[in-house]
């Protein structure tokens, strides 16, 4: 409970018990009034009557009309005359017949008329006692509306006293809220400075306290940045042209090489400089790197309208052109326009062309090729384009034998997504220090029978192919959402959400819907990965969506990190709660920008995940480098 | 003459006298009302006592007779004068001690005084009258044998003690006792306003 509810609670108690105890003292005093002012008529009519009886000269008819008269008048219980010896002469009586008030009432409030006496003479004589009790309904009568009007009123008192009761509140606790604000902006790993110093100097303490461990842990953030930045430079770029180098490939290529890769495949190009030795000797080291740099800007140009194409020196006279979804005509062509410009710059250099030439190797990748396949191809095709009378060759992928064709996965696909077809199937990703399940990740299956049943690598690459990848991802996220209980186990689930399904037109509005009308009813939760690639974008897109998730308290996590943005501070608007990068690129990262990542991650509580650890040795490597949350099947072998 | 009575009421003064029963005044309450009206109102005080203890055991009659005759000897004086109010009940220490009063200062002080002699108070009754003389209201004591007897009066007016059908030039209006009034329901605290008054300041034994 905050400590405003409290204060309020206490206050509002306080303040409703100080009323109630009022409203009873009011009703208390109202009530003697009342109960005097009943004797008060007694008492008045007695003394009248009594005056009035001693003009009878001790006449009982005359006396007893008089009574009648007196009583018929007015609200009497009774008016009883006794003589001197206390023998009844004359008496009236009257039943309360108390309909305007309710029983309750007269059970809770016993109301007693006093009875008045007055003497009773005529001339000298003695005549007796006359007594005289007011009738109670007229008194609960005006006592019941007095209560109730004493209820309205203190009802209304009460509600003004606890409405200015919690403006007061909201007043005097403004600065407290400020500082749970950004307390709580602490917990989220948010840095925020607040500037307004509360005037109270508890709060003033707590708030600079605050504000100095902020700037500190920001301090940390930045720096952590800063180291990673510069590391990103030394370990990826080549200082001599200022483009990729082979470790940036070696990092990228996973996101190339995949099931659910964007592309199906490509051309992975590898340009080779022969005769730099003798370059060197003619024109000196310095102007053999201008020779590099002017490659270099050429190799830029030709490749700058292929999308996600990677261009890379790879060795000191060798190039890398990674370039997806790109023909092998048009790669040979492009291959050809690449020599004819080098060898331009190779002449404009006054350089022996026989002597010195580009080769260029041409390997026609797919996405279900490894990463060493396609670089021992590419290898293999530089060394033929070396033999060859052009100095160019290009290597053809075997051509697979296609279980089914294009067209028929389409059709599979489709029925699929209109029948319902897919299934949820989920991998463990386990925290090796805590020996604990960390989450699960969610994959799918396409089951068309029970003996026809397509895993996700085998079916997402023909159907990112044929357009479908979006169809089926709004299928599953659909079925995650609407039907949870496909999904039985009260945990965390992970589902990964594709580039193209993510800039698809329809997805956020799809989803938005989905989330307004079911994520308050999820069983588990979840967590939705995003590609580093797009969410370092920073774009508007990516906002809203970020938006979005956090609207429904649902978790982000990145994969596909490799470390290649210009600026961390992304992951500080982000704050997912961990990122997902190959194995292979945190055991190939240097200390100091492993470093760097962790003092960015610490400082936001991010957690660092491997994925693709396949065996027991790159585990064990992994933990070496403080990586231990870890995905792939070496978590089949691991108990926890 | 006068020194001589003056010897007489010193030597009073000074002189351990006892009393069968419960004095009428305490010494205490005695001592008080000497403090504030003088050494003479404590001596009305002996007197009275002396009074009392001479008709103790006598008769109701003498006992009437007695009281009568010695509160008659005080002054009368309006409430205006005495008080500053138009009509006040006034306590008997204070009646004794001031030695004014007006009648129904006398009709109070003839009441304790006869209820201490152990007079029914059942008898005695404040009687509202007219005086057809002096044509204004009137307060006298009346006294009654039996509850249908004749009632007898003691009023300051005419210092002796007449059978009520001797007093022509009275009209008697409304006969009041508050004991009896208090004694009809005992748990009511209130009975007649003025009566209540004058038994809160006899509680209080103001003087």
Request: with cysteine.
């Amino acid at each position: 409970m905050t400590l405003f509810k409290q204060i309020a609670l206490m206050l509002s108690l306080f303040l409703l018990i100080i009323l109630a105890t009022v409203l009873i003292l009011n009703f208390q005093n109202a009530n003697k009034g009342v109960q005097d002012r009943l004797y008060e008529d007694a008492k008045n009519t007695a003394t009248s009557l009594s005056l009035s009886l001693g003009t009878a000269n001790g006449d009982l008819s005359m006396m007893s009309t008089m009574i009648n008269a007196n009583f018929d008048s007015g609200n009497y219980h009774h008016i009883t005359l006794v003589d001197v010896e206390k023998k009844n002469l004359y008496d009236r009586v009257t039943e309360s017949d108390i309909i305007a008030v309710p029983k309750w009432f007269m059970s809770l409030i016993e109301l007693k008329a006093p009875i008045a006496h007055a003497n009773v003479s005529a001339g000298w004589s003695q005549v007796g006692i006359l007594s005289v009790q007011s009738d109670t309904t007229y008194a609960y009568k005006q006592l019941y509306a007095i209560l109730i009007d004493l209820l309205i009123s203190f009802t209304i008192i009460a509600l003004i006293g606890l409405a200015a009761l919690n403006l007061l509140l909201h007043a005097v606790l403004k600065p407290l809220k400020e500082v749970q604000k950004q307390a709580a902006a602490i917990t989220r790993n948010e840095f925020i400075i607040q500037n307004k110093i509360p005037y109270t100097k508890e709060l003033a303490d707590v708030v600079l306290g605050m504000n100095n461990m902020v700037s500190k842990v920001k301090a940390m953030f930045d720096k952590g940045n800063e180291e990673l930045k510069a590391h990103k430079e030394l370990e990826y770029v080549d200082q001599d042209t200022q483009l990729r180098n082979r470790k940036y490939l070696i990092d990228r290529l996973p996101a190339y090489l995949k099931a659910d890769a964007s592309y199906e495949g490509g051309v992975n190009m590898l340009i080779s400089l022969s005769g730099i030795i003798e370059a060197n000797e003619k024109l000196g080291r310095q102007n053999v790197n201008k020779l590099f740099l002017k490659i270099a800007d050429v190799l830029r140009d030709s490749t700058k309208n292929i999308k996600d194409s990677i261009v890379a020196r790879i060795n000191g006279t060798e190039f890398s052109l990674l370039l997806p979804n790109c023909s092998d005509s048009q790669a040979i062509e492009l291959a050809k326009k690449i020599q004819q410009s080098c060898q331009e710059i190779i002449n404009l250099a006054e350089l022996d062309s026989k002597e010195t030439f580009a080769s260029i190797g041409l390997y026609e990748y797919k996405h279900s090729d490894n990463i060493a396949k396609l670089l021992s191809r590419s290898d293999n095709a530089l060394t033929q384009a070396k033999f060859n009378h052009g100095n160019i060759h290009l290597e053809k992928a075997e051509s697979a034998v296609e279980v089914m064709g294009k067209e028929a996965w389409k059709l599979l696909i489709n029925k699929a997504i209109e029948k319902d077809r897919f299934s949820f199937v989920s991998w463990s990703v386990i925290d090796t220090k805590s020996k604990k399940l960390s989450h699960n990740v969610l994959s799918i299956n396409l089951t068309l029978d029970k003996n026809s049943s397509y895993s996700y690598a085998q079916f997402m690459a023909p159907a990112i192919q044929s357009g479908l990848s979006s169809g089926i991802y709004k299928k599953i996220v659909d079925m995650l959402f609407r039907n949870s209980s496909m999904v039985l186990s009260v945990s965390t689930y992970a589902l990964r959400l594709p580039h193209e399904y993510l800039e698809n037109q329809e997805t956020y509005k799809n989803l938005s819907e989905l989330l307004r009308a079911n994520a308050a009813m999820l069983p588990f939760k979840v967590i939705i990965e995003l590609p580093d690639r797009l969410v370092r974008q920073d774009s508007k897109l990516i906002r809203e969506y970020i938006e979005l998730f956090r609207k429904y308290n649902i978790s982000i996590g990145i994969f596909e990190f490799i470390g290649e943005s210009d600026d961390y501070k992304y992951l500080q608007d982000l704050r997912p709660v961990y990122i997902k990068g190959e194995s292979s690129y945190f055991l190939t990262q240097s200390d100091q920008s492993l470093s760097a990542l962790r003092l960015i991650t610490d400082t936001l509580g991010i957690a660092l995940i491997a994925v693709g650890v396949a065996d027991i040795e790159t585990l064990e490597k992994l933990k070496n480098r403080d990586i231990h949350i870890i995905q792939g099947k070496v978590t089949e072998m691991l108990e926890i | 003459m006068f020194k001589l009575k003056m010897l007489i009421l010193l030597s009073l003064l000074f002189t351990n006298y006892a009393v069968a029963g419960e004095p009428y005044v305490d010494k205490a309450l005695l001592n008080e009302i000497g403090d504030k009206y003088g050494v003479f109102a404590k001596k009305r005080f002996f007197f009275l006592q002396e009074t009392f203890d001479s008709v103790k055991n006598k008769g109701d009659l003498e006992k009437l007779e007695a009281v009568n005759n010695f509160f008659n000897e005080v002054r009368y004086s309006s409430d205006m004068k005495l008080y500053g109010k138009s009509d006040y009940w006034a306590t008997p220490w204070e009646f004794l001690g001031n030695d004014k009063g007006d009648c129904e200062d006398y009709v109070i002080s003839k009441y304790f005084a006869l209820r201490h002699l152990e007079v029914d108070y059942k008898k005695l009754f404040f009687t509202y009258v007219r005086s057809t003389n002096f044509k204004e209201p009137h307060m006298v004591l009346t006294y009654f044998e039996t509850p249908k007897s004749e009632p007898l009066i003691l009023d300051n007016n005419n210092r002796k003690i007449f059978p009520a059908s001797q007093r022509k030039d009275l009209t008697p209006i409304y006969n009041f006792n508050g004991d009896m009034l208090d004694e009809a329901d005992k748990n009511n605290e209130k009975s007649h306003k003025k009566w209540d008054e004058l038994k809160l300041n006899m509680q209080r034994k103001k003087i």
